[in-house]
């Protein structure tokens, strides 16, 4: 009997443990299932030069680019990058920028190292979270050394490098002098005899870039301490033809070493306002102003709303964010830039609206071979368009469309636009449920009107003429047809 009992109780732990270990797979495998369908990179680091065993050597002194983007079920993954488990370096040497794109849920991310070298080799981690999930894509940067010259100081360190280029750029005005340090490079050689420096060569668009002596300047300085070359190149009175990509290359009698290339574009400071994202969310989705810049500035002012908020962010300098908005937030967002007067650009951002018909015609006979028009009003925000169907089918009469434009903006919620379309009805022959149809980016609604033809009433069965004798009854008989069912009236004539 003990023994019996000792077996069922091992028998049900047993089940009990297979039960338990059947449910934690199950936990993890849903897990992972709904990791994978929340969150999901786009680009990864190991595609800086299509590697399959996540590990990458590169050249001394070389400029890299890790890309990294995830895309989130719900809502734009953040993205943070380690090096060797810990926060990469500092600016210059390391630049890492990032940007979200909320109609998307897209966040992408660049890693810049400007010199690559054994002070910046390591393992790279990119790290995509959303809502305590998180992806990781790694990649293993080792150096080749080809000797002991190195860039210490290259052209983009000047300039910021933006992340949806692959390369540097800035902008010169037309008539202007370049800015101090702006086309400057450097590079020393551990190894030369004393007094001994590496030679540099300045080239623009792939030819070799000479001095003028008057408006372009190519000045060389020796810093012994190093044993340092530094070169710099002025350009006065900045012309079209000075506009391309600049490169300064060092070379010893055993190596040649080349700066990243920085690209001069010429044109007027301007900023151009990007279209917000038309979105519609319950409860209200962040606001995202954009503008994007060109031509030499320093940076971007944002006045807003609500400009005492603690909730905006501002990324690159272009790109204004607002979490949790409230109906005060909605309005205009003014950029300008700081030292140039009178440019500035306004990106209006509207609360927007599902569609809304508020009103149609009425019900109505319309007589047969008729014109008639009815008409529909609806407002939203943008504007919705109206569009017409017969019975579910699209009718094969014109409309006419009006539209009035979102109102001035102002801050505080938006008031929406109204769209009124009139269908015009010719020689009407088809009853049946005219539907009007509003409908824009945040969804659609729609009312339906009936109209029936009316047919002119005709008498089917006129009264017969009857001879009666005095005081008895008589019945009289007459049919009439038409849409609607006419009503007949009797009448005398003497």
């Known amino acids: 009997s003990e023994r019996t009992s000792l077996a069922k109780m091992v028998k049900?732990?047993?089940?009990?443990?297979?039960?338990?270990?059947?449910?934690i797979?199950?936990?993890?495998?849903?897990?992972?299932?709904?990791a994978q369908a929340q969150l999901r990179f786009e680009t990864v680091p190991q595609d800086f030069d299509d590697v399959a065993d996540n590990s990458s050597e590169v050249i001394n002194g070389s400029v890299v680019l890790l890309f990294c983007s995830a895309v989130g079920e719900t809502a734009p993954p953040s993205i943070s990058w380690t090096r060797n488990g810990s926060d990469p370096e500092s600016p210059p040497l390391i630049h890492i920028t990032t940007r979200v794109t909320y109609l998307t849920n897209l966040t992408s991310s660049v890693l810049t190292i400007r010199r690559f070298s054994p002070a910046t080799a390591g393992f790279y981690e990119c790290q995509a979270s959303l809502q305590g999930t998180t992806i990781l894509s790694s990649i293993n940067l080792t150096v080749i050394t080809n000797g002991t010259l190195s860039v210490t100081r290259e052209l983009t360190d000047y300039d910021t490098f933006d992340g949806d280029k692959t390369d540097w750029r800035t902008y010169v005005t037309l008539g202007n002098d370049t800015k101090e340090d702006l086309l400057s490079c450097a590079a020393n050689y551990t190894d030369l005899a004393p007094n001994t420096y590496p030679n540099v060569t300045w080239y623009k668009d792939g030819q070799q870039l000479?001095?003028?002596?008057?408006?372009?300047?190519?000045?060389?300085q020796f810093n012994s301490s190093f044993t340092e070359t530094i070169s710099s190149v002025s350009i006065s009175n900045f012309t079209q033809s000075d506009a391309g990509i600049y490169q300064c290359v060092f070379f010893t009698s055993t190596e040649v070493l080349t700066s990243a290339p920085l690209r001069l574009d010429t044109g007027p400071v301007s900023l151009v306002a990007v279209s917000p994202p038309l979105?519609?969310?319950?409860?209200?989705a962040p606001i995202v102003a954009e503008v994007y810049a060109q031509g030499e500035y320093s940076s971007i002012l944002w006045s807003a709303c609500n400009s005492t908020s603690s909730q905006y962010i501002i990324n690159f300098g272009q790109t204004l964010v607002r979490t949790n908005p409230s109906p005060s937030d909605y309005g205009p967002y003014t950029a300008s830039l700081v030292n140039s007067s009178n440019n500035s650009v306004t990106v209006v951002v509207t609360q927007y609206e599902l569609p809304n018909i508020t009103y149609i015609s009425p019900t109505s006979y319309?007589?047969?071979?008729?014109?008639?028009n009815i008409t529909c009003e609806a407002i939203g925000s943008p504007p919705p368009v109206i569009s017409w169907t017969l019975n579910g089918q699209p009718t094969p009469y014109q409309s006419i469309?009006?539209?009035?434009?979102?109102p001035s903006a102002t801050c505080g919620t938006i008031d929406p636009g109204e769209t009124v379309s009139v269908l015009l009805i010719t020689s009407f022959t088809s009853s049946g449920n005219y539907t009007c149809n509003a409908t824009n980016v945040n969804g659609s609604s729609w009312q339906s009107v009936y109209l029936e033809v009316?047919?002119?009433?005709?008498?089917?069965?006129?009264?017969?003429n009857q001879a009666v004798l005095q005081f008895n009854a008589i019945n009289l008989t007459c049919g009439a047809s038409g849409v609607p069912t006419p009503n007949i009236t009797w009448w005398r004539t003497w």
């Open 401 to 406: 469309i009006s539209s009035s434009a979102l």
């Open 210 to 220: 000479i001095s003028s002596g008057t408006r372009v300047i190519i000045t060389d």
């Open 366 to 372: 319309v007589l047969q071979g008729s014109n008639t």
């Open 12 to 23: 049900t732990v047993n089940a009990l443990v297979c039960h338990l270990v059947a449910a």
């Open 454 to 464: 009316q047919v002119t009433p005709i008498i089917t069965t006129p009264p017969a």
């Open 279 to 284: 979105v519609y969310s319950s409860p209200p």
């Open 25 to 34: 797979f199950l936990l993890v495998v849903r897990r992972t299932a709904g």
